[in-house]
């Protein structure tokens, strides 16, 4: 079992703390565990978890990487669903269709990121907020805010949920 389910089961502290930890994928498969109790004062690993998210994005969107697709799509729930600074809204698989076109279509695409806040923490996942900056080698720029819901699946991985963007006003 996993935090989330000892959580939900109501089992006490000391069998809640001989469960499986969420585990975090990397580009170089899942690594890292986190106790109970860190879990529950700790976003750092989140905050990771969208930075290497990103570094994929901008593999993918400038060409760099153009393999990474599957790897960056496995980040995301299978209910993964998105409102997009526009406002559309998308599941998983119209994100696949946004991105899939989108390979090597913004070259020298640079993504910084900044002003992370958590904003709720707990066993079965956590909701945090970031500003992202993209500018491209055509001076094309970007800059918009950006909340993400994180869950922990049945195997204890971290998966991207939920997506809400807004672009920041001019």
């Not at 529950?40 to 697709?69: A, C, N």
């Not at 869950?151 to 971290?158: K, P």
Request: net charge negative; with cysteine; aromatic share 8%.
């Amino acid at each position: 079992l996993c935090p989330m389910l000892c959580h939900r089961m109501r089992v006490d502290a000391g069998a809640a703390h001989a469960c499986v930890t969420p585990r975090y994928s990397t580009r170089a498969g899942l690594a890292g565990t986190l106790t109970q109790e860190k879990v529950m004062t700790d976003y750092s690993r989140y905050f990771d978890l969208v930075k290497e998210t990103h570094v994929e994005i901008e593999g993918w969107f400038s060409g760099l990487q153009p393999g990474i697709l599957p790897t960056l799509l496995a980040r995301f729930s299978a209910q993964f669903t998105m409102i997009t600074p526009h406002g559309k809204v998308l599941d998983i698989d119209g994100v696949e269709r946004l991105f899939e076109p989108l390979r090597g279509a913004r070259p020298g695409l640079a993504i910084t990121l900044s002003e992370f806040n958590g904003i709720a923490l707990h066993a079965g996942g956590a909701v945090v907020s970031y500003r992202e900056v993209q500018e491209e080698h055509n001076g094309n720029r970007t800059d918009r805010r950006a909340t993400v819901a994180f869950e922990v699946d049945a195997a204890c991985n971290v998966l991207w949920r939920h997506l809400h963007e807004t672009f920041c006003a001019v």
